[in-house]
């Protein structure tokens, strides 16, 4: 059974930066090729990824809203990645959710195989 857990969320002020991180535990051979990424929900909105990096390789993805400020990265070895998110902005307030997929669209969060239970991100002044 997959687990994925986040941690490091919180409260920052505009223009300030929060490491999240997730840890994983279940990984089966067919996640070897997966894709690990970060996905957020603001309320009212729709949830959408804000980075991808693929397992094997490390190619990554970023929308236009958040490409040269966030940067995912991962560590196959302990089954984490992590979301370094700086230069925040009062939008990227929103809960951000790690997860998996085996395979898919890594672009929309409907493809998206295993979720973690989200951490809160909140920026405000």
């Known amino acids: 059974q997959v687990q994925l857990v986040e941690s490091g969320g919180g409260l920052v002020h505009p223009g300030g930066s929060l490491r999240l991180s997730c840890a994983a535990s279940?990984?089966?051979?067919?996640?070897?090729?997966?894709?690990l990424g970060w996905l957020r929900q603001a309320p009212g909105k729709e949830r959408e990824v804000v980075s991808a990096?693929?397992?094997?390789?490390?190619?990554?993805w970023y929308p236009e809203s958040v490409e040269g400020r966030f940067t995912i990265s991962k560590d196959n070895n302990k089954n984490m990645w992590y979301l370094q998110m700086n230069t925040l902005k009062l939008e990227d307030t929103a809960r951000y959710y790690c997860?998996?997929?085996?395979?898919?669209?890594?672009?929309?969060?409907?493809?998206?195989?295993?979720w973690g239970q989200g951490t809160q991100v909140t920026v405000s002044s």
């Open positions: 997860a998996a997929q085996v395979a898919g669209s890594w672009y929309h969060a409907n493809e998206y195989d295993y």
């Open positions: 279940g990984f089966t051979p067919d996640m070897d090729n997966g894709v």
């Open positions: 990096i693929t397992r094997r390789d490390g190619g990554t």
